[in-house]
C-alpha cells in the first residue's frame, strides 16, 4: 500500500526558513516522480513543484521560482521542500503527492501546516 | 499562469447527474489530453477521480465520467449519492511543463 508521510511544518516568522519533508513507501520511490501542492486556509489547490524519479528534472509555478526548492533522497525515500524567505501569502496546507505522469496525482499525504506569522 | 476556470457551485439532488465545466486555453486544457479531476472532502486530501480527461483509476464508481471539446474539460457526476458532496477541482498540463489547477467547485447534493 502506498504510503505518504509529510512533516516538518509548524509557525515560522516572514522571512524565515522551512523545510518540508515526505518519507513515501510502498511503490519504487526512484522511478516516481512527485509532486508538491499547496491549499491556502478556504482556499483551492496550487501546483508548487514537481522533481522527476532521478531528480534529473525539476518544475515550479514562475511565482515561487528562487525561493522554493523541491529535492529528493532515494536512499530514503523521502521527498523534499526548502522554503526560504516565507511571506504571510505562503500560509498553506502543504501536501506531497505520487505523480504517475502529467500531474495525475494518484496518491496524496495527509498535509502539514506552514503558518507564516509574528 | 492563469488558473482555469470552474464555476464556484453546483448542485443536484439525490439520483441526479450534474457537470461541473473546466475552461482553459489552447496552451493547457485545449492543447492537451492531460485533464485530471479530484475530489475533496473537508479536512482531507485530494482523490483522483478521473485523468487523461476520461480515465478512471480503479476503485472510482463509473458514475464519474470526464469529456472534453476545445478548451474546456467537463466532469460529470451521475445518480447523486449524498457522499458525492465534496470540492472538485480540475488540472491540466499546460505548456513547459506546468501544471495549472482549477478554483474549485464546490458540490452539493440536495
Known amino acids: 500500500e502506498v504510503h505518504l508521510v509529510e512533516s516538518g511544518g509548524g509557525l515560522v516568522q516572514p522571512g524565515g526558513s522551512l523545510r518540508l519533508s515526505c518519507a513515501a513507501s510502498?511503490?519504487?520511490?526512484?522511478?516516481?516522480?512527485m509532486t508538491w501542492v499547496r491549499q491556502a486556509p478556504g482556499k483551492g489547490l496550487e501546483w508548487v513543484a514537481d522533481?522527476?524519479?532521478?531528480?534529473?528534472?525539476?518544475h515550479y509555478v514562475d511565482s515561487l521560482k528562487g525561493r522554493f526548492t523541491v529535492s529528493r533522497d532515494n536512499s530514503k525515500n523521502s521527498l523534499y521542500l526548502q522554503m526560504n524567505n516565507l511571506r504571510a501569502e505562503d500560509t498553506a496546507v502543504y501536501y506531497c503527492?505520487?505523480?504517475?505522469?502529467?500531474?495525475?496525482?494518484?496518491?496524496w499525504g495527509q498535509g502539514a501546516l506552514v503558518t507564516v506569522s509574528s | 499562469q492563469s488558473a482555469l476556470t470552474q464555476p464556484p457551485s453546483a448542485s443536484g439532488s439525490p439520483g441526479q447527474s450534474v457537470t461541473i465545466s473546466c475552461t482553459g486555453t489552447?496552451?493547457?486544457?485545449?492543447?492537451?489530453?492531460?485533464v485530471s479531476w479530484y475530489q475533496q472532502h473537508p479536512g482531507k486530501a485530494p482523490k483522483v477521480m478521473i485523468y487523461?480527461?476520461?480515465k478512471r483509476p480503479s476503485g472510482v464508481p463509473d458514475r464519474f465520467s470526464g469529456s472534453k471539446s476545445g478548451n474546456t474539460a467537463s466532469l460529470t457526476v451521475s445518480g447523486l449519492q449524498a457522499e458525492d458532496e465534496a470540492d472538485y477541482y480540475c488540472?491540466?498540463?499546460?505548456?513547459?511543463?506546468?501544471?495549472?489547477f482549477g478554483g474549485g467547485t464546490k458540490l452539493t447534493v440536495l
Open positions: 503527492a505520487r505523480n504517475l505522469g502529467y500531474h495525475r496525482l494518484e496518491s
Open positions: 510502498g511503490f519504487t520511490f526512484s522511478d516516481t516522480w
Open positions: 522533481i522527476k524519479g532521478d531528480g534529473s528534472a525539476r
Open positions: 489552447s496552451s493547457d486544457v485545449g492543447g492537451y489530453n492531460h
Open positions: 487523461e480527461v476520461n
Open positions: 488540472v491540466s498540463y499546460a505548456a513547459s511543463n506546468d501544471a495549472l
